[in-house]
């Protein structure tokens, strides 16, 4: 294994524990006087995790406050409000429920005009540069290997851009959308390069389904066809898997 993996008996064990890092790291931030940077994912995989946070708010009085996230990726075009957009999703799991600033919590925007994307994607990158960076980053996993929506073919140093959505990755948004007619064909991600920049990177994979892929990522040689593998080459990323991610180790 080229990758640390840590395998749970189930997915709400492990998000669990994930949550517990992210409240112990945003409690030393804030001891040093610094904001804790958190990239944040969508999809299915960290639905347990947000909910563990928005307990650990309500329940342990834990505080957003001095949190900044930035999330990896947005359809395009989305509107902010549809019942799609990553923007909604994230206010419903989380960003609605704990005391994080509205100013302080970015997914990119699915509204801008294509002339606008490029320097969009620029600015985007340099808040997390000027931040010095994302403290730690939270990752789902595409059935093809895909971070954010980086796809298959996606360079190691790639930036944050548009993308063109794999048809793969489209027949599996197409439940959300009613059918493939209506799924986005493009997508805005943060690239690999600002990824792989994270101090720490925590890659959440649950279920059967995902087992093949785990173990190219884990296992198999580094390639752009499989962007998770990329993070084989990261000091500090771990897999988090419930038994049945991890059953093709
Ligand atoms: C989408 C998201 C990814 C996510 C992937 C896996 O493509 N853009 O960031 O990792 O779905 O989704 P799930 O966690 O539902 O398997």
Redesign the pocket.
């Known amino acids: 294994e080229n990758i640390n993996t840590v395998v749970f008996e189930n997915s709400t064990d492990a998000s669990k524990e994930v949550a517990q890092e992210i409240a112990a790291l945003i409690k030393e931030k804030e001891k040093e006087g610094k904001p804790c940077i958190l990239g944040l994912?969508?999809?299915?995989?960290p639905k347990g995790l947000y909910a563990e946070l928005v307990r650990l708010h309500k329940e342990e009085g834990l505080s957003f406050k001095n949190v900044i996230s930035f999330n990896?990726?947005e359809y395009y075009p989305m509107e902010p409000n549809s019942i799609n957009s990553y923007v909604r999703f994230m206010k419903e799991l989380l960003f609605d429920h704990v005391d994080i600033l509205p100013e302080n919590a970015h997914v990119p925007d699915g509204l801008l005009t294509k002339e606008q994307i490029a320097d969009y994607c620029h600015e985007y990158e340099a808040k997390i540069e000027a931040l010095g960076g994302i403290d730690l980053q939270i990752?789902?996993?595409?059935g093809n290997g895909?971070i954010?929506?980086n796809e298959s073919g996606s360079l190691q140093n790639s930036k944050t851009r548009l993308v063109a959505l794999d048809h793969i990755?489209r027949v599996a948004a197409s439940k959300d959308f009613f059918g493939l007619n209506n799924t986005p064909r493009t997508a805005i991600t943060l690239g690999v390069k600002k990824i792989m920049e994270a101090k720490r990177v925590i890659l959440l994979a649950w279920g059967e389904g995902k087992a093949n892929i785990v173990k190219k990522s884990v296992e198999d040689e580094v390639t752009n066809r499989v962007p998770a593998s990329f993070l084989q080459e990261h000091n500090n990323a771990v897999f988090v898997l419930d038994k049945e991610a991890s059953s093709k180790l």
């Open positions: 994912a969508t999809g299915s995989s990896l990726d990752l789902g996993i595409g895909h954010g929506f990755t």
